[in-house]
């Protein structure tokens, strides 16, 4: 791995960690693409510099973070059940799922189908709803649909479904608000990724060369700083925006992988 594969690395993760389009499944393809082999220190980078990005959701969201002890024990009840399956299914991911090129693009395809049916449906939806329902803020988000919230991100262990818009689309279906559930979706980000990278540098950090610990900071340090303006720039997006645009992206990228480099 080189300096600008890193940067480029760090780049691709910032921009599309918070966004419904997988950041692991972009990362697997630009490894891809770049020649990158296809290593434990190349999966395991992947895994770790996820983590600047979610650093850049504690910097934006620090009051947020500090100031409720309630919200917190929600998303901690949101990160169990994505915990226990990944931590099961770890060696499942790390040695086949992470390296499966034709899984991703299936994946993103898949997935970006779903994101625009989903759309779709929820417009009408909310076009036909006359029950009076109100839909939830953060504020209102209770335990129980906490618990639901952790279980449709845990879908998005397999590469290229993506997890926050598993988490997303999940919420928005149990009723709460779509900014709402995306500030949610970046605030559990961060215990998933925190011992995602944790748990993954224990076991393999001792097999790593001080340059490669090198290529692992350097990335970090893009991903963090293009994650912040991802970020800001996904919460203007999504107030007077669907989802509808990244489903169309998902699909062009997918058909565009397989027929140009599956192929």
Same mark, same amino acid.
């Given at each position: 791995?080189? +300096?600008?594969?890193?940067?480029?690395?760090? %780049?691709?993760?910032?921009? /599309?960690?918070?966004?419904? +389009?997988?950041?692991?499944?972009? &990362?697997?393809?630009?490894? !891809?693409?770049? @020649?990158?082999?296809?290593?434990?220190?190349?999966?395991?980078?992947?895994? #770790?510099?996820?983590?600047?990005?979610?650093?850049?959701? %504690?910097?934006?969201?620090?009051?947020?973070?500090?100031? *409720?002890?309630?919200?917190? !024990?929600?998303?901690? /009840?949101?990160?169990?059940? /994505?915990?226990?399956?990944?931590?099961?299914?770890?060696?499942? &991911?790390?040695?086949?799922?992470?390296?499966?090129?034709i899984i991703v693009v299936w994946a993103l395809f898949l997935g970006g189908v779903a994101l625009i049916l989903f759309e779709i449906w929820y417009k009408k939806s909310l076009y036909y709803k006359t029950d009076?329902?109100?839909?939830?803020?953060?504020?209102?988000?209770?335990? !129980?649909? *906490?618990?639901?919230?952790?279980?449709?991100?845990?879908? #998005?262990?397999?590469?290229?479904?993506?997890?926050?818009?598993?988490?997303?689309?999940?919420?928005?279906?149990? @009723?709460?608000?779509?900014? #709402?559930? %995306?500030?949610?979706? =970046?605030?559990l980000a961060i215990p998933i990724m925190a011992v995602a990278t944790g748990y993954d540098l224990l076991k393999n950090a001792g097999r790593f060369s001080f340059d490669q610990f090198y290529f692992l900071a350097?990335? =970090?340090?893009?991903?963090?700083?293009?994650?912040?303006? *991802?970020?800001?720039?996904?919460?203007? =997006?999504?107030?007077?925006?669907?989802? +509808?645009?990244?489903?169309?992206?998902?699909?062009?990228?997918?058909?565009?992988?397989? +027929?140009?480099?599956?192929?």
């Open positions: 791995m080189t +300096i600008l594969q890193t940067i480029i690395l760090g %780049v691709v993760e910032g921009i /599309t960690e918070f966004l419904p +389009i997988s950041s692991t499944g972009h &990362l697997i393809l630009t490894s !891809k693409l770049l @020649g990158i082999a296809d290593t434990n220190f190349t999966k395991s980078f992947e895994i #770790a510099i996820q983590f600047g990005a979610i650093l850049a959701v %504690v910097v934006l969201y620090w009051k947020k973070i500090f100031s *409720s002890g309630e919200l917190w !024990k929600k998303v901690f /009840t949101a990160f169990l059940p /994505t915990a226990i399956i990944g931590f099961l299914l770890y060696k499942i &991911l790390k040695n086949y799922l992470l390296s499966n090129v009076g329902r109100q839909f939830c803020s953060i504020k209102e988000i209770d335990y !129980k649909k *906490s618990f639901w919230i952790g279980v449709w991100q845990s879908l #998005a262990i397999i590469p290229g479904l993506s997890r926050s818009g598993a988490t997303i689309v999940g919420g928005m279906l149990m @009723g709460i608000n779509r900014e #709402a559930i %995306v500030e949610f979706s =970046f605030l350097l990335g =970090f340090v893009v991903s963090f700083i293009v994650a912040i303006l *991802s970020i800001t720039w996904l919460l203007r =997006f999504i107030k007077n925006h669907t989802f +509808i645009l990244f489903g169309v992206y998902r699909i062009i990228v997918a058909l565009a992988f397989w +027929i140009l480099v599956i192929k």
